[in-house]
């Protein structure tokens, strides 16, 4: 499901809420369907360790997220 383009967004949400790094950090780096203004959302939201890594792992993130996962 991590690489998928056809899940409904509600579930991509909930994937990406789960409290457990597991579930969303699959997600979190390989998801197509997060947008750039979303994660930097994620990221303000408060993740932290793995949850963070896994944003950061993205092939491709903009200097925006990049930034974000800094601060």
Not at 52 to 62: F, K, N, Q, T
Request: hydrophobic share 45%.
């Amino acid at each position: 499901m991590k690489s998928l383009d056809s899940v409904p967004q509600s579930h991509i949400k909930k994937l990406v809420e789960d409290a457990e790094v597991i579930v969303s950090a699959p997600i979190l780096e390989y998801s197509p369907l997060l947008s750039e203004v979303e994660m930097v959302q994620i990221i303000a939201s408060g993740i932290q360790g793995d949850a963070l890594s896994a944003v950061a792992r993205r092939i491709s993130i903009s200097e925006e997220i990049s930034a974000a996962t800094v601060d």
